[in-house]
């Protein structure tokens, strides 16, 4: 059989590619000639996709959660793979940029629309008991949400409302002992952290700490003023970040807080959190007014902030009952 001349070309490219490096082009020859034609379940490791479900109980529903809750994850993961190429890049264009938090806005919606798909797929009184055996585990522990905050906004905003102008310029370190979540995590009775809490900070409080030095001129608000600095039009990308900025900081939170007033509210005293979370404080955005990008809002939207979400969900599941 002869060879095309396309086929010779690339045998030509692959010489010298491997004659560059040091390395015997035949060799690697003989390691494709031997090599198992890929399947899909190997590609993705599908066996062991599928074997990552372990649940605690013998409720059925509990797969659901756990499975959705690792989507999430997924999708996260995602989220941060943008990130990283967004701060990263050399020579970064508004069009990259643009594209990118795109990207990230389409894993926020397709997060936020299917939680429902959680939400009602599974029995209230079933969750009521299994929930028992995740202590003192939350999703309040997701360390790949709070990295995209880090990657997303100037660090001071994710530091408590009432401590921002004080902490304004303070050390990253000093900003941490106050950011937001910390307060989230607070035992009702007492207002002293939770096992929840301490675990999650020992486990992550110096990725945070070392992610939000890394990002202290290249997270996203920091990028879009140096890009807006140059004169170039960042209309598109005041756009995309407003999407994102209700994305992470109303639709995500408040679908959650939606979860939490149709499973733990109850009179006359509502369920705790598994995690031992003040959910009825810390998930409404209108109390917290987490906002990555002021610069891009006006008063009365930022004065109304998730006011009228959270009007709409109480409204509906009024309405249900």
């Known amino acids: 059989m002869d060879f095309t001349p396309e086929i010779k070309d690339k045998l ?8 560059a490096m040091g390395q015997d082009m035949a060799s690697y020859l003989d390691g494709l000639l031997y090599a198992d034609f890929l399947t899909y379940w190997d590609y993705i490791h599908l ?6 479900q372990s649940p605690k109980t013998p409720f059925p529903d509990e797969e659901i959660f756990i499975i959705y809750h690792q989507i999430t994850e997924l999708y996260f993961k995602l989220a ?23 990207r990230i806005n389409a894993y926020f919606n397709a997060l936020t629309t299917s939680f ?36 997303a906004t100037d660090f001071i905003r994710l530091v408590d409302k009432s401590k921002r102008e004080a902490l304004s310029t303070a050390t990253i370190e000093e900003q941490f002992e106050h950011i937001y979540w910390k307060f989230g995590a607070t035992e009702l009775s007492s207002g002293k952290q939770t096992l929840t809490l301490k675990q999650f900070i020992k486990k992550y409080a110096a990725q945070f700490l070392q992610l939000a030095k ?20 960042v209309s598109a990308l005041a756009e995309e970040l407003q999407k994102l900025d ?9 679908s959650h807080y ?27 955005p209108r109390f917290q007014k ?20 959270v009007l709409s969900v109480l409204k509906t599941l009024k309405n249900k009952h």
């Open 116 to 151: 429902e798909v959680m939400v009602d797929g599974m029995e209230k009184e079933q969750f009521l008991k299994f929930r028992m055996s995740l202590l003192p585990a939350s999703g309040f522990q997701s360390g790949q949400y709070r990295m995209i905050e880090i990657c």
């Open 214 to 233: 890394d990002r202290s001129v290249t997270n996203f608000s920091a990028l879009y003023h140096q890009l807006a600095a140059k004169g170039v039009d």
């Open 290 to 309: 987490r906002i990555f990008y002021p610069f891009l809002w006006s008063d009365e939207q930022m004065g109304e902030w998730g006011k009228g979400w």
């Open 246 to 254: 209700l994305y992470v900081n109303v639709e995500w939170p408040l």
């Open 258 to 284: 939606k979860s939490a007033v149709r499973y733990l509210e109850k009179d006359p005293i509502d369920v705790a959190a598994t995690g031992g979370t003040n959910w009825q404080k810390y998930l409404p």
């Open 47 to 52: 066996d062991t996709l599928l074997s990552l």
């Open 80 to 102: 941060l793979h943008e990130c990283r190429q967004i701060a990263e890049k050399e020579n970064l264009t508004v069009e990259f940029f643009t594209a990118r938090v795109k």
């Open 12 to 19: 030509h490219q692959l010489q010298e590619k491997y004659t």
